[in-house]
Nanobody
Framework: QVQLVESGGGLVQPGESLRLSCAASGSIFGIDAMGWYRQAPGKQRELVAT???????NVADSVKGRFTISRDNAKNTVYLQMNSLKPEDTAVYYCRYQNFAPSYYEYWGQGTQVTVSS
């Protein structure tokens, strides 16, 4: 079992910033990836950014240059720094944990709402 606790969502105006955090606890063995996905109303869930325990990142083109993903392995916490937010970034943001070894399993957080509106 892995527990994910997300925080940092909210309502901001276009151009402002937010930082999301996701802390993982439980069956964490160190060969994993953590990341953020988002789902806007009426749309499919999409990848925002992921980062492995080794530090490799994958960032969606739609947020490159504006969003930065990082992690603190000692705290099993992943962060998403979101700058220059746009109305189209409005969505529920979900944290995902994937464990790759010795076996594969994944867990999702409950989601945190990010609303960008003037």
């Amino acid at each position: 079992q892995v527990q994910l606790v997300e925080s940092g969502g909210g309502l901001v105006q276009p151009g402002e910033s937010l930082r999301l955090s996701c802390a993982a606890s439980g069956s964490i063995f160190g060969i994993d990836a953590m990341g953020w996905y988002r789902q806007a109303p009426g749309k499919q869930r999409e990848l925002v950014a992921t980062i492995t325990s080794g530090g490799s990142t994958n960032v969606a083109d739609s947020v490159k240059g504006r969003f930065t993903i990082s992690r603190d392995n000692a705290k099993n916490t992943v962060y998403l720094q979101m700058n220059s937010l746009k109305p189209e970034d409005t969505a529920v943001y979900y944290c995902r944990y994937q464990n790759f070894a010795p076996s594969y399993y994944e867990y999702w957080g409950q989601g945190t709402q990010v609303t960008v509106s003037s």
